[in-house]
């Protein structure tokens, strides 16, 4: 098959053809139809995985997935061939199997069915980038009136979490750079703040009692985070979706807390995708053959909303 592959960490990926993938115990093997494309996906691609996960060259990046059911390995249940399905590869022991390819192997406890009337360019996106943006808003669960800052609201799951909250009645401020701002308050977003300028301190200045609820996508430092954390009111909640709360619950009188990405609230979100309460925010498609030049964009610009890898 055809896939977005490294070769070794001396070359930066390329679409080669690679052996056809063979599911093992738990595992699904699925035809891609679409795949969007992550920030770990460039960390992979840059070799930054090494300390963590050996490289099995080829190895196919990509961890998003939506396509149809080719087989299924030993012990799975529930999914049977031309089904329709969608989430995410799910854990592997090696960096070797990825979706950015015609044939992924997707652990059965990752994926869900695709519901009907959603595309696979909607699916493919709702992965990584859906759950973690589900699970980061039912974190710091608004109430209807609730302020909640966005931080990183253009990104995908910034774009997801916007919806989700503004969904439940929640005021959002999205941080947007300069001319994004359409992008977010059609999103859903109430109001916005620019992250290029002093975002905390205009944050006080409207609303100096501190907002309910902060959910940062972007700063991986701790202090950082806890700075952010400082603009919920006593009481309040903050989330990190890069782990930057790290063993903390909570930073003075705010809970915290980490998201990441969850397949068992993927159900939920293909649902809310089929009645038309939340969207895919993609803005870009490339064909399997462009998948490079997906990730190099994803890397070397200003991404805005989901970029898919069409590979069906």
């Given at each position: 098959?055809?896939?977005l592959a490294l070769?070794g960490?001396?070359k930066?990926?390329s679409?080669i053809?690679?052996?056809?993938?063979?599911p093992?115990?738990g595992?699904v093997?699925v035809?891609?139809?679409?795949?969007?494309?992550?920030?770990?996906?460039?960390f992979v691609?840059?070799?930054?995985m090494k300390?963590y996960?050996?490289y099995?060259?080829?190895?196919?990046?990509?961890?998003d997935?939506?396509g149809?059911?080719e087989?299924?390995g030993?012990?799975?249940?529930?999914f049977?061939p031309?089904?329709?399905?969608?989430?995410?590869?799910?854990?592997?022991?090696?960096v070797h199997?990825?979706?950015?390819g015609?044939?992924?192997?997707?652990?059965?406890?990752?994926l869900a069915?695709?519901?009907d009337?959603?595309?696979?360019?909607a699916a493919?996106?709702?992965?990584?980038?859906?759950?973690t943006a589900l699970e980061?808003?039912?974190a710091?669960?608004?109430a209807?009136g609730d302020?909640?800052?966005v931080?990183?609201?253009?990104?995908g799951?910034?774009?997801f979490?916007?919806?989700?909250?503004?969904a439940?009645g929640a005021?959002v401020?999205a941080s947007v750079?300069?001319g994004?701002?359409?992008?977010?308050?059609?999103?859903g977003?109430?109001?916005?703040?620019d992250?290029t300028?002093?975002?905390?301190?205009?944050?006080?200045?409207r609303?100096?009692?501190?907002?309910?609820a902060?959910?940062?996508?972007?700063?991986?430092?701790?202090g950082?985070?806890?700075a952010?954390t400082?603009?919920?009111?006593?009481?309040?909640r903050?989330v990190s979706s890069?782990?930057?709360?790290?063993?903390?619950?909570?930073?003075?009188?705010?809970?915290?807390s980490?998201a990441?990405?969850?397949?068992t609230?993927?159900?939920?979100?293909?649902a809310?995708?089929?009645?038309?309460?939340?969207r895919?925010?993609i803005?870009?498609?490339y064909s399997l053959?462009?998948?490079?030049?997906?990730?190099q964009d994803f890397?070397?610009?200003h991404?805005?909303?989901?970029?898919?890898i069409?590979?069906?």
């Open positions: 098959m055809k896939a070769t960490f001396e930066p990926p679409v053809d690679v052996p056809d993938p063979v093992g115990s595992e093997l035809r891609v139809g679409a795949a969007s494309v992550n920030a770990y996906d460039t691609a840059m070799g930054a300390d996960l050996p099995e060259f080829p190895a196919v990046l990509g961890g997935v939506a149809v059911v087989s299924v030993e012990g799975v249940e529930g049977a031309r089904a329709r399905v969608f989430g995410m590869v799910g854990s592997k022991t090696a199997d990825g979706s950015f015609e044939l992924v192997t997707a652990n059965a406890t990752s069915p695709t519901p009337g959603v595309d696979d360019l493919g996106s709702l992965g990584v980038a859906g759950t980061a808003v039912n710091v669960d608004p209807a302020v909640v800052l931080v990183g609201a253009t990104g799951v910034g774009s979490a916007v919806q989700l909250a503004a439940r005021h401020i750079r300069p994004d701002e359409g992008f977010v308050t059609d999103l977003a109430a109001e916005t703040v992250y300028t002093d975002l905390e301190a205009a944050i006080l200045q609303y100096p009692e501190g907002v309910a902060v959910i940062d996508l972007v700063h991986r430092d701790a950082e985070f806890g952010l400082a603009l919920a009111r006593e009481g309040g903050a890069v782990g930057a709360a790290g063993e903390s619950t909570r930073i003075g009188e705010v809970a915290v980490n990441n990405g969850n397949p609230l993927l159900a939920e979100l293909g809310m995708v089929a009645s038309g309460t939340l895919a925010p803005r870009r498609t053959d462009e998948a490079a030049k997906a990730l890397t070397a610009e991404t805005v909303g989901k970029l898919v069409v590979a069906g």
